[in-house]
């Protein structure tokens, strides 16, 4: 596609329940990554897959978040046992190389955690 | 560790003022690369620049330009005669030549007032 697309762009569920979010990147874009943006925030961190592997998942806080990218391209972020403070703005980014080249991001994904 | 600080969180002038954000960065790489993104009130952020660790010359495109100045370790951005049209969130952000995330400062929100 033309951009980086991302859904739902909403989500709201309750403490405890399991949800994934979904990342469309560019065509052709081997490198997609994950951030998470909190009210008043920079951007954090998350997680990065170059292809089908995670490359780089030091982000991740705890082991209530996984990602994957089965075949390259579209990448879901999922989220177990949610609670409260996972409330955020979710943001999936891609380039055609590595970071120097700079991201395209998504819309993002808005969490909350009722 | 590499570190963006964004010293200026708040920021108002009235529109066709010239306003600077501040960013210092901290790495211990040679190699590494710079970034401006602005995130305008619908949330998606967009790239504006990219420079590398090598190139100190700054740069200019229509009303914004980039003072890099690696003795001081600051990445600054000017606006010149700002439009209300500017009034965003801006991010300044970095990543290490041997890494492949974007580590994001918490951002200098900016007002222009009409």
């Known amino acids: 596609g033309a951009g980086v697309s991302q859904t739902p762009s909403n989500k709201v569920t309750e403490k405890g329940k399991y949800v994934e979010l979904r990342c469309d990147p560019i065509s052709g874009h081997t490198a997609l990554y994950w951030y998470r943006q909190s009210l008043g925030q920079g951007p954090e961190f998350l997680i990065y897959f170059q292809g089908t592997g995670a490359a780089d998942d030091s982000g991740l806080p705890n082991d209530r978040f996984f990602a994957v990218r089965p075949e390259g391209s579209v990448s879901t972020l999922k989220i177990q046992r949610t609670e409260r403070g996972d409330s955020a703005v979710y943001l999936c980014?891609?380039?055609?190389?590595?970071?120097?080249?700079?991201?395209?991001f998504g819309s993002g994904t808005r969490l909350t955690v009722v | 560790a590499q570190k963006v600080t964004q010293a200026q969180t708040e920021i108002s002038v009235v529109e066709k003022e010239d306003v600077t954000l501040d960013c210092v960065y901290e790495t211990r790489d040679t190699t590494y690369y710079l970034f401006w993104y602005k995130q305008p009130p619908s949330g998606e952020l967009v790239f504006l620049i990219r420079r590398n660790s090598f190139d100190e010359q700054n740069e200019i495109s229509g009303r914004y330009s980039w003072n890099f100045q690696k003795s001081t370790s600051s990445f600054n951005f000017t606006i010149t005669a700002s439009q209300v049209v500017d009034s965003a969130v801006y991010f300044c952000?970095?990543?290490?030549?041997?890494?492949?995330?974007?580590?994001f400062g918490k951002g200098t929100r900016l007002h222009i007032l009409p």
């Open positions: 980014a891609s380039s055609l190389t590595r970071s120097g080249d700079g991201y395209t």
């Open positions: 952000a970095l990543s290490e030549n041997r890494d492949d995330k974007i580590i």
